[in-house]
């Protein structure tokens, strides 16, 4: 059995890392958050200790240490700009982090990242659950078995309405979520890179608070993509059906069906993690930089190979 800590623990993540935890067979010893909305907890580990400062959770988890009952694993569901800091605390305690996505929200924090790692001699894992869905994997061994120069045209969409609380939270502060394309997309453009190889090229045609879209060219796709948390662009279907989440993803006009399995993708995560598997700073990297460079670019608007989702925006 191992021991977890657990940073970010009122968030909207954090149960599907307590689940994880227990469904390991492991014990989450104690957990942070600023926040004291956090009864879910009862629900996974009741005799977990819990804080709202910082400091004293961290000085809970040296005399743990000092007591030669120090944590095994932190994991770290904080906000995505806090998981820098949150992650040096982790190993500079001793022990392994597993951090939400995105890892970190500038590439050139990874190497910093990389120097502590040696310095502790505790790892880092990034869960990036897409890589373990059962579509997605066979969608890599289909795409492995092609033609090494064939290039396929994807169309990803991915939808996920949000109500006005989004702006107001840290999630609308580009500067504390790195935006929508970071916040909501990241699991999919690293998905990408995994699938079809090394990016090499980006365009972005839209990039507001609410909607991102662009063209993103891999090894083997050219993939124009959408991503919104605003429910006017939902298709018309799912707006009469009264879904608020719209998922989608094309090769070559054939539509990839990966709506189920998504249930337990984290507990899947933890259990690669703690049987020595896991995605570490360096499967990271590509896909940080994707989102960086998005954040970085200037859109050029609707010119071009565009979504067909960009439409609705323009009108």
């Known amino acids: 059995m191992k021991s977890f800590g657990l940073i970010g623990a009122a968030g909207y993540i954090a149960p599907r890392h307590m689940k994880a935890i227990r469904d390991t067979n492991n014990d989450l010893v104690a957990a942070l958050d600023p926040s004291d909305s ?57 022990a392994d982090a597993i951090c939400e996505k995105p890892l970190i929200l500038n590439p050139w924090n990874i190497d910093g990242l990389a120097e502590i790692e040696r310095e502790t001699g505790k790892r880092l894992y990034n869960i990036l659950q897409l890589r373990l869905h059962p579509a997605i994997v066979a969608l890599r061994e ?29 999630k609308g502060n580009q500067a504390k979520s790195g935006g929508i394309a970071t916040n909501i997309g990241v699991h999919f453009f690293d998905m990408l890179g995994w699938v079809f190889g090394p990016q090499q090229d980006s365009v972005v045609h839209l990039h507001k608070a609410d909607v991102a879209a662009g063209m993103l060219t891999y090894r083997q796709a050219r993939v124009r993509w959408f991503l919104s948390i605003n429910a006017d662009y939902l298709p018309p279907d799912a707006k009469a059906s009264g879904k608020r ?71």
């Open 38 to 94: 956090v009864g879910i907890i009862d629900s996974f580990f009741p005799a977990a200790s819990f804080f709202t400062e910082f400091e004293r959770f961290d000085r809970h988890i040296d005399k743990l240490r000092r007591k030669g009952a120090g944590l095994d694993y932190v994991a770290i569901c904080s906000p995505n700009y806090l998981h820098d800091a949150h992650i040096r605390f982790a190993l500079r305690s001793g």
């Open 142 to 170: 289909k795409i492995a078995a092609a033609p090494a120069d064939q290039v396929f045209d994807v169309d990803l969409t991915y939808l996920t309405s949000r109500g006005k609380w989004y702006d107001i939270s840290w």
């Open 245 to 315: 989440t719209y998922r989608s993803i094309t090769i070559a006009g054939e539509e990839l069906e990966f709506s189920e399995g998504f249930t337990d993708l984290h507990t899947d995560s933890y259990r690669h993690i703690l049987s020595g598997g896991g995605f570490g700073l360096e499967e990271a990297r590509a896909c940080i930089e994707t989102v960086h460079q998005i954040r970085e670019t200037t859109p050029k608007g609707l010119s071009g190979d565009y979504h067909p989702f960009c439409r609705q925006v323009a009108e």
